[in-house]
C-alpha cells in the first residue's frame, strides 16, 4: 500500500531531525574533519544500522519505499531513540496502525460530568488535539481566559501559545509549551488524514513564532501526570500535581485533574 507523500515526507524529517542530533562521539565515531551539518552523515547512520547508504537517503528524501520491521529497529537504535519516539517512527512508517480521517464521538454526559464532580480540584477533558471538551470552574478560575474565545472550541493548545495570561499562569512556559507541542505531534501522527490536526498545527505555526521554531524539531512525548508551577488567581506560585486518565470509549480524550502541592 503506498502511504501519501506528507507522511513520507514526514518521516523523512523526523529522520533527519533525530540524525543530526547525534554526534560522533556519541556512538563512538572518530572525527574526519570539518562537518558542514550537524551530528551524523547519512552514510555514518547507514554504517551504524546496517543499511545501504543509497536506500536510507531514498528514505530520508520521502522516496515511496517499504522499510521492513528489522530495519526500522536498527535505525532507531542506531538513534538511540526513547520508546516514544520509536512508536512515532513505526506510525510514520506505516507499521502501525493509523486511525482515518472521522469525527470524533462525543462526549457521553456522564463522563462530562465529571470535572464538576471533582471541584473544587481544577479539572478539564480534552480530546486529542487539545480541544476542551468538559471542564470545572476551578479550571476556569485557574487557567485564566481559556474560555474567553466563544467563536470556535477552547483549545489548550491555542490557549498556551495564543492567550498573553498563559505566560502568567505557567510559571514555566518555555519547557511546558514545548512539551504539548511534543504530545501534539505524537498525536499528529496517528491522524495524517484528520483536518482537526492540520488546521490546529497550521494555526498554532502561522500565529506563534516559537511554534514555528520548535516545530521542526519533531519532538515527541506522550501524555502523563507530573507536576508544574502555576500561579493562582491571587497571584500566588503554586507547584501543582496532575494526573491524566484515558476515557476507556475513547482512549484520545483524556481527563487531567490537578491538586495543590508544595506552595511557595
Keep these: 500500500m503506498q502511504r501519501p507523500l506528507d507522511q513520507r515526507r514526514e518521516l523523512g524529517a523526523f529522520l533527519r531531525s533525530r540524525r543530526e542530533r547525534i554526534t560522533p562521539d556519541e556512538v563512538g565515531l572518530p572525527h574526519t574533519g570539518r562537518r558542514r551539518t550537524p551530528g551524523l552523515r547519512r552514510e555514518e547512520l547507514a554504517v551504524l544500522a546496517g543499511i545501504s547508504a543509497t536506500w536510507y537517503t531514498y528514505l530520508e528524501q520521502g522516496r515511496d519505499i517499504r522499510a521492513s520491521d528489522q530495519v526500522l529497529d536498527a535505525l532507531a537504535s542506531a538513534l538511540q531513540l526513547n520508546r516514544h519516539e520509536r512508536a512515532h517512527l513505526l506510525q510514520l ?6 486511525t482515518e480521517t472521522e ?30 471538551l468538559s471542564y470545572n470552574q476551578a479550571a476556569d478560575e485557574l487557567f485564566r481566559n481559556l474560555t474567553a474565545v466563544t467563536d470556535r472550541p477552547v483549545n489548550i493548545a491555542r490557549w498556551v501559545f495564543f492567550e498573553p495570561a498563559a505566560r502568567d499562569v505557567l510559571v514555566d512556559w518555555e519547557p511546558e509549551a514545548r512539551g504539548l507541542l511534543a504530545r501534539l505531534r505524537t498525536l499528529a501522527g496517528r491522524h495524517p488524514r ?7 498545527i497550521d494555526e498554532l505555526n502561522a500565529g506563534s513564532a516559537e511554534v514555528r521554531a520548535w516545530w521542526p524539531q519533531y519532538d515527541v512525548q506522550a501524555r502523563r501526570g507530573g507536576r508544574k508551577r502555576l500561579r493562582s488567581p491571587g497571584g500566588r506560585e503554586v507547584e501543582f500535581a496532575y494526573s491524566a486518565f484515558h476515557l476507556a470509549e475513547q482512549p484520545e480524550q483524556t481527563l487531567v485533574v490537578y491538586s495543590d502541592g508544595r506552595r511557595r
Design 93 to 98: 512508517a506505516g507499521h502501525a496502525p493509523v
Design 103 to 132: 469525527e470524533p464521538e462525543p462526549l457521553p454526559a456522564e463522563a462530562a460530568a465529571v470535572p464538576l464532580l471533582l471541584q473544587p480540584h481544577p479539572a478539564y477533558i480534552i480530546s486529542g488535539n487539545y480541544d476542551v
Design 194 to 200: 484528520d483536518p482537526r490536526y492540520t488546521r490546529l
